[in-house]
């Protein structure tokens, strides 16, 4: 149980272009999901905090006009890079808080989508 | 935001048990202590979590000190599989955002 999907796994887009990534919750609902980003050799970083039905809540220094983050269903929660440019390419992934139980308690995370921007 | 503080880096021995310590001295009384991996290009595998009580399941046990100021991640018996970046962090339950730190990178030598 608590399995998190995201697709694609990978993107390569020209700069200027904008990339949609799809997370999704497999066998439970997810209230709340949350968007990191990844920098090579480098931590997980908080970008925002989706809740479903409701608008996301950024991170300090996170655009949300460059980060848009859309959570329209108990399942599925959706990241768009818009105008992409280089200094973009980073791992996004993205994870779901659980419904019930300690599953509430915790998060369950993505396998991660690898962006990169030519 | 409550701030963990961890090793860079341990070693251990394939087959021994592995004790990764983490301290988080500011923690509040309704924080959660979470133990995730990670390996390369993956997203954290959830490995154990708590809040009060010492935890334990199929993956790992997790010791909490009677302060909560600091924490145990303990693998009973590393296996090559287990050598990942090891991230201990703290959130609440009402907003449940997680802030990671840098992890400790853990290395089992056959």
């Known amino acids: 149980g608590a399995v998190v999907s995201q697709h694609p796994s990978r993107v390569i887009c020209k700069s200027g272009t904008s990339v949609k990534i799809e997370c999704r919750s497999l066998?439970?609902?997810?209230?709340?999901m949350f968007w990191y980003r990844q920098f090579p050799k480098k931590s997980l970083m908080l970008m925002a905090t989706s809740n479903e039905g409701s608008k996301a809540t950024y991170e300090q220094g996170v655009e949300k006009d460059k980060f848009l983050i859309n959570h329209a269903s108990l399942t599925l929660s959706t990241l768009t890079v818009t105008s992409a440019h280089p200094e973009d390419s980073s791992f996004y992934i993205c994870?779901?808080?659980?419904?019930?139980?300690?599953?509430?308690?915790?998060?369950?995370f993505g396998p991660g989508t690898r962006l990169l921007v030519l | 935001d409550a701030k963990t503080t961890q090793p860079n880096s341990m070693e251990s021995n394939e087959e021994e048990p592995v004790h990764l310590p983490c301290n988080h001295s500011t923690i509040s009384g309704t924080d959660y202590i979470h133990w995730y991996r990670q390996l390369p290009s993956q997203g954290p595998e959830y490995v154990i979590h708590?809040?009060?009580s010492n935890v334990n399941n199929r993956m790992a046990s997790l010791a909490i000190a009677e302060d909560r100021k600091s924490s145990t991640l303990i693998l009973h018996r590393a296996t090559l599989r287990d050598a990942a970046v090891y991230y201990c962090?703290?959130?609440?339950?009402?907003?449940?955002?997680?802030?990671f730190g840098t992890g400790t990178s853990l290395t089992v030598i056959p």
């Open positions: 066998d439970f609902q997810a209230t709340t």
């Open positions: 962090i703290l959130s609440r339950y009402t907003g449940n955002q997680f802030y």
């Open positions: 994870s779901a808080r659980g419904t019930s139980g300690r599953d509430q308690e915790t998060q369950y």
């Open positions: 708590g809040l009060t």
